[in-house]
């Protein structure tokens, strides 16, 4: 089993950046691609990034590009998202995910895909 907890979140004016964390516990992450997905109000969960186990693989979704990045430091059993230029629509809670294998881009950006979740945390930005 893994265990994800996320870190980072709070409120930030249209513009600001954050960094958000997820440390695992339970297993080490190395052999997992880990990634972030995020859930607005009154919405469906969305794909944000995944990198894989070694960093060397990154997918975005179009929303975000350009504007995060994600990262991980296996050494730390830790994953990261920074994000620049925040906009009101980023607004969502933030939840950190890893999957047992790699897959096509296509794939990756389905919920179904991951093993492992984390309980979220909450990012605000406002206007």
């Known amino acids: 089993q893994v265990q994800l907890v996320e870190s980072g979140g709070g409120s930030v004016q249209a513009g600001g950046s954050l960094r958000l964390s997820c440390v695992a516990s339970g297993r080490t992450l190395s052999s997992y691609a880990v990634g972030w997905f995020r859930q607005a109000p009154g919405k469906e969960r969305e794909f944000v990034a995944v990198?894989?186990?070694?960093?060397?693989?990154?997918v975005y979704a179009d929303s975000v590009k350009g504007r995060f990045t994600i990262s991980r430091d296996n050494a730390k059993n830790t994953v990261y998202l920074q994000m620049n230029s925040l906009k009101p629509e980023d607004t969502a809670i933030y939840y950190c995910?890893?999957?047992?294998?790699?897959?096509?881009?296509?794939?990756?950006?389905?919920?179904?895909?991951?093993?492992?979740w984390g309980q979220g945390t909450l990012v605000t930005v406002s206007s």
């Open positions: 995910v890893a999957a047992r294998s790699w897959a096509t881009q296509t794939l990756l950006r389905y919920p179904g895909q991951y093993d492992y």
């Open positions: 990198v894989s186990w070694s960093g060397g693989t990154t």
